[in-house]
């Protein structure tokens, strides 16, 4: 059944209203005209719009105004109309005025046109041989190409006036005619572009910090750099004492914008140690070089995002994403209880703009047939105090978390509205977490005396995969009975190499008094 609101009933009457009464859509605010248009409406005489405006209107060969035009006064008949507007083609049209009606005129006006025939040609004395195939622009080279025949000629049609042509062509120097087009005869346009002096420059990396032993893209970094024309270049790699450990002819030079991978091993294949090292791009006579850092644990790995909080689904974890890197994902969660069940569905991203410090982000909604739909917000700030990478194999961060919802819109495996501070811990063994985390959680102005969040678990996380278990007990000690909930939990993932992709399967059980509920998930997000 439909239930209409106040606000549902004022938007369908004056929908009704506009239908009814066609000559209210040209009160108010100018339209925007596209195409031609002629509405009969309730009144008398004759309205004129035209995009743009200011046109010259002529009735019966009597000039009578500009428009946007209204004349009341016209009787009834018929009547030759003519639209002028310099640099714009003329409109004739013939209408009829009844007695009981208005005649509303839209007219979209167009530029006079002219063409433009135009060559595109190697300046005299250029290399034969020389690989050309140019690109032709009307505005910049961020604009589709105008498509070009097979001998690079074509004849482009624009609006009369001066437009400026450019020519690309790569190993050639960009080039710019500007001509003034004409509507009585056709402009012919030619460019002459003459081979570019050969340029090394912009080098950049998408990393740079990585940890090869990272998954797959994850576990690599990307250099970009451009060149100008054609040639051939190597990338050398150096160690701190200035020691060559890789080097790699470039394929030849075919394109504006190169790109190069490196997986943070040696010319044998064999892993690097941990250490900054310089690359360099040598191409001609040119050079480029930067530093990238191989950090060991710097470590990418998708986690669970419930309740805003990066970790196990239950179990926050101390592990932070190196500087740049993100991780998105949306899904939905089947909830048992008494009735039907739910369907909350999730969208998070977790992501870090600085070294050791992560953002994480939550949104839900929480679709209901018996009730108003809810949905609520939640989100965390990370700092990581020690990553793990001395001789004490723990990692420990602290954070600070924050959940708002309406009415129905409390995300069922989070602690709920409030603010909270958690304090993770984890042992590291290898490719396994152990876990645990206390967290402080106040509800509310009512509440002064926060309730106490204990939470354990265990990860796995391996070259593609991850998996893991953990729980949460909820104490409220400003009660009677203290003891509030009990969750439980199993989650895995998998990010299939080459893709940044992150497939999630979840489920587990909700014990509130003596009614014990079960959950279960599916997730797809990314990760970079």
């Given at each position: 059944?439909?239930?209409?609101?106040?606000?549902?009933?004022?938007?369908?009457?004056?929908?009704?209203?506009?239908?009814?009464?066609?000559?209210?859509?040209?009160?108010?605010?100018?339209?925007?005209?596209?195409?031609?248009?002629?509405?009969?409406?309730?009144?008398?005489?004759?309205?004129?719009?035209?995009?743009?405006?200011?046109?010259?209107?002529?009735?019966?060969?009597?000039?009578?105004?500009?428009?946007?035009?209204?004349?009341?006064?016209?009787?009834?008949?018929?009547?030759?109309?003519?639209?002028?507007?310099?640099?714009?083609?003329?409109?004739?049209?013939?209408i009829?005025?009844?007695?009981?009606?208005?005649?509303?005129?839209?007219?979209?006006?167009?530029?006079?046109?002219?063409?433009?025939?135009?060559?595109?040609?190697?300046?005299?004395g250029?290399?034969?041989?020389?690989?050309?195939?140019?690109?032709?622009?009307?505005?910049?080279?961020a604009?589709?190409?105008?498509?070009?025949?097979?001998?690079?000629?074509?004849?482009?049609?624009?609006?009369?006036?001066?437009?400026?042509?450019?020519a690309?062509?790569?190993?050639?120097?960009?080039?710019?005619?500007?001509?003034?087009?004409?509507?009585?005869?056709?402009?012919q346009?030619?460019?002459?572009?003459?081979?570019?002096?050969?340029?090394?420059?912009n080098?950049?990396?998408?990393?740079?910090?990585?940890?090869?032993?990272?998954?797959?893209?994850?576990?690599?970094?990307?250099?970009?750099?451009?060149v100008?024309?054609?040639?051939?270049?190597?990338?050398?790699?150096?160690?701190?004492?200035?020691?060559?450990?890789?080097?790699?002819?470039l394929?030849?030079?075919?394109?504006?914008?190169?790109?190069?991978?490196?997986n943070?091993r040696?010319?044998?294949?064999?892993?690097?140690p941990?250490?900054?090292?310089?690359?360099?791009?040598?191409?001609?006579?040119?050079?480029?070089?930067?530093?990238?850092?191989?950090?060991?644990?710097?470590?990418?790995?998708?986690?669970?995002?419930?309740?805003?909080?990066?970790?196990?689904?239950?179990?926050?974890?101390?592990?932070?994403?190196?500087?740049?890197?993100?991780?998105?994902?949306?899904?939905?969660?089947?909830?048992?209880?008494?009735?039907?069940?739910s369907f909350?569905?999730?969208?998070?991203?977790?992501?870090?703009?600085?070294?050791?410090?992560?953002?994480?982000?939550?949104?839900?909604?929480?679709?209901s047939?018996?009730?108003?739909?809810?949905?609520?917000?939640?989100?965390?700030?990370k700092?990581?105090?020690?990553?793990?990478?001395?001789?004490?194999?723990?990692?420990?961060?602290?954070?600070?978390?924050?959940?708002?919802?309406?009415?129905?819109?409390?995300?069922?495996?989070?602690?709920?509205?409030?603010?909270?501070?958690?304090?993770?811990l984890?042992?590291?063994?290898?490719?396994?977490?152990?876990?645990?985390c206390?967290?402080?959680?106040?509800?509310?102005?009512?509440?002064?005396v926060?309730?106490?969040?204990?939470?354990?678990?265990?990860?796995?996380?391996?070259?593609?995969?991850?998996?893991?278990?953990?729980?949460?007990?909820?104490?409220?000690?400003?009660?009677?009975?203290?003891?509030?909930?009990?969750?439980?939990?199993?989650?895995?993932?998998?990010?299939?190499?080459?893709?940044?992709?992150?497939?999630?399967?979840?489920?587990?059980?909700?014990i509130?008094?003596?009614?014990?509920?079960?959950?279960?998930?599916?997730?797809?997000?990314?990760?970079?």
């Amino acid at each position: 059944m439909i239930k209409y609101t106040m606000s549902n009933l004022r938007a369908v009457l004056l929908l009704i209203i506009l239908l009814s009464f066609p000559s209210l859509l040209f009160a108010g605010e100018p339209q925007v005209i596209t195409g031609d248009a002629f509405i009969e409406s309730s009144g008398r005489g004759l309205r004129i719009a035209t995009e743009p405006n200011g046109v010259r209107v002529f009735i019966d060969g009597v000039e009578r105004g500009l428009t946007p035009f209204t004349n009341n006064d016209l009787p009834p008949g018929d009547y030759s109309i003519r639209l002028a507007r310099e640099d714009y083609e003329e409109r004739s049209f013939e209408i009829t005025l009844r007695n009981n009606s208005r005649l509303n005129v839209l007219i979209e006006m167009t530029r006079v046109q002219g063409n433009a025939l135009i060559s595109i040609y190697k300046e005299q004395g250029s290399p034969e041989s020389y690989p050309f195939t140019p690109q032709l622009f009307t505005r910049s080279s961020a604009d589709a190409p105008i498509p070009l025949n097979s001998d690079n000629k074509t004849t482009v049609r624009l609006p009369a006036g001066f437009h400026t042509f450019n020519a690309r062509a790569f190993g050639w120097e960009d080039t710019s005619v500007t001509a003034f087009l004409s509507d009585t005869e056709n402009i012919q346009v030619d460019i002459y572009m003459s081979p570019a002096a050969f340029k090394l420059e912009n080098l950049t990396q998408s990393r740079k910090r990585f940890n090869p032993s990272n998954s797959g893209n994850l576990g690599i970094t990307e250099y970009r750099f451009e060149v100008s024309a054609p040639g051939s270049g190597v990338i050398t790699i150096q160690n701190n004492d200035g020691t060559i450990v890789y080097t790699q002819q470039l394929d030849p030079f075919a394109a504006w914008v190169q790109q190069i991978q490196w997986n943070g091993r040696d010319t044998d294949g064999n892993p690097l140690p941990q250490g900054t090292y310089t690359v360099i791009i040598e191409a001609e006579t040119l050079s480029l070089r930067l530093e990238t850092e191989i950090n060991y644990s710097a470590s990418i790995f998708p986690l669970s995002l419930e309740s805003g909080i990066s970790g196990l689904t239950f179990a926050p974890l101390p592990h932070v994403l190196p500087k740049g890197s993100y991780q998105f994902g949306a899904g939905v969660l089947y909830c048992s209880d008494s009735g039907t069940g739910s369907f909350p569905f999730k969208i998070n991203m977790r992501f870090s703009p600085f070294d050791k410090f992560e953002l994480t982000t939550f949104f839900n909604i929480n679709p209901s047939l018996q009730e108003q739909i809810g949905w609520g917000v939640s989100g965390s700030a990370k700092y990581n105090f020690t990553d793990g990478s001395n001789s004490i194999p723990l990692v420990f961060s602290a954070g600070f978390t924050y959940a708002w919802a309406n009415d129905n819109g409390e995300y069922p495996l989070s602690p709920g509205r409030g603010a909270g501070f958690y304090t993770p811990l984890s042992l590291e063994l290898t490719n396994i977490s152990f876990v645990i985390c206390p967290a402080a959680f106040w509800r509310g102005p009512d509440g002064l005396v926060p309730e106490l969040l204990l939470s354990a678990g265990i990860l796995y996380h391996g070259s593609f995969f991850t998996g893991g278990i953990s729980a949460r007990l909820e104490f409220d000690f400003s009660k009677d009975e203290p003891f509030g909930r009990f969750l439980a939990g199993a989650e895995f993932r998998i990010f299939p190499d080459p893709s940044n992709l992150i497939f999630t399967l979840q489920g587990g059980i909700l014990i509130q008094g003596s009614e014990p509920r079960g959950y279960g998930g599916l997730a797809i997000g990314l990760i970079y």
